[in-house]
T-cell receptor
């Protein structure tokens, strides 16, 4: 089945530690995205990538980093510089950045204490 | 800048009835697209329906239709014949195509729909 996988579903970390969230897609999509969702709010764009080895900051990139070494993979690192890292993180992909539809993964809920 | 406003934090509807979820938007982009996504309690976002700003007809997808009123800048989602499985959060989103923001979806805060027996 084609789709997007994110692992793990739940992640717990101590404050001050970096943590990397996984996102893999087998849809052969060029564009991939990372969003953050906080309770009672919509999604906000963290980073996006149009092609391999290229990525752009979204609205809330501070404290996050990404890489795009393979077309299928777009991992997100939440660094210790992110002031409020506890949130629900969603990865998405689309044919291209101007494609109408973005396909989302199941999300990772990160809790930092 | 783009903005999406969803003024209904929560809605109730009886099974088999129709329900309208409100969405208004603001953008300076002359060409844009409007989207509705469903988010069940499991968390994934499910694409429901899309409307382009220059589309002549309102979009429909099965039991979902989008009531697009361009002059009023509204893009309400209508769900006909509600089912228990429709209980979820619903998000309205938009993207602009001409101002360099085509890569970015701007989301509203969502409406929680509860379908009752």
């Amino acid at each position: 089945d084609g789709g997007i996988t994110q692992s793990p579903k739940y992640l717990f970390r101590k404050e001050g530690q970096n943590v990397t969230l996984s996102c893999e897609q087998n849809l052969n999509h060029d564009a991939m995205y990372w969003y953050r969702q906080d309770p009672g709010q919509g999604l906000r764009l963290i980073y996006y990538s149009q092609i391999v080895n290229d990525f752009q900051k979204g609205d809330i990139a501070e404290g996050y980093s990404v890489s795009r070494e393979k077309k299928e993979s777009f991992p997100l690192t939440v660094t210790s510089a992110q002031k409020n890292p506890t949130a629900f993180y969603l990865c998405a992909s689309s044919m291209g950045v101007t494609s109408d539809e973005q396909y989302f993964g199941p999300g990772t809920r990160l809790t930092v204490t | 800048a783009q903005k999406i406003t969803q003024t209904q934090p929560g809605m109730f509807v009886q099974e088999k009835e129709a329900v309208t979820l409100d969405c208004t938007y603001d953008t300076s982009d002359p060409s844009y697209g409007l989207f509705w996504y469903k988010q069940p309690s499991s968390g994934e976002m499910i694409f429901l329906i899309y409307q382009g700003s220059y589309d002549q007809q309102n979009a429909t997808e099965g039991r979902y239709s989008l009531n697009f009123q361009k002059a009023r800048k509204s893009a309400n989602l209508v769900i006909s014949a509600s089912q228990l499985g429709d209980s979820a959060m619903y998000f309205c989103a938009m993207r602009g195509y001409l101002t360099g923001t085509a890569s970015k979806l701007t989301f509203g805060t969502g409406t929680r729909l509860q379908v009752t027996l």
